[in-house]
């Protein structure tokens, strides 16, 4: 099982990035990913998470309406594209894979990439 995230940055507030999640080797025809982040000092967050079909997509409230989930079968990866950034995204973002129903305790997960947004 492999889940290799990548695209963090160092980005002014209001700017935008995009993270990408690369799955491999995850067991079972389809999973859903989940992106969740963990600021220092702080427990880890979820953020987002999608389903195989991508017909079901749930964001926490602190990102609603600024970040977009989406994903390409084809590639297996998802993306996370972050827009209108704020100083408290700040944190390392990992993506994570499990069943739908699992995806907030997911078994899966991938190393972080740093995202830090300065005011």
């Known amino acids: 099982v492999q889940l290799q995230a990548s695209g963090g940055g160092s980005v002014q507030a209001g700017g935008s990035l995009r993270l990408s999640c690369v799955a491999s080797?995850?067991?079972?025809?389809?999973?859903?990913v989940g992106w969740f982040r963990q600021a220092p000092g702080k427990e880890r967050e979820f953020v987002a998470a999608i389903s195989w079909s991508g017909d079901n997509k749930q964001y926490s409230d602190s990102v609603k309406g600024r970040f977009t989930i989406s994903r390409d079968n084809a590639k297996n990866t998802v993306y996370l594209q972050m827009n209108s950034l704020k100083p408290e995204d700040t944190a390392v973002y990992y993506c994570?894979?499990?069943?739908?129903?699992?995806?907030?305790?997911?078994?899966?997960w991938g190393q972080g990439t740093q995202v830090t947004v300065s005011s």
């Open positions: 080797g995850i067991p079972g025809d389809s999973y859903a």
């Open positions: 994570a894979a499990d069943r739908w129903r699992a995806i907030h305790t997911p078994n899966y």
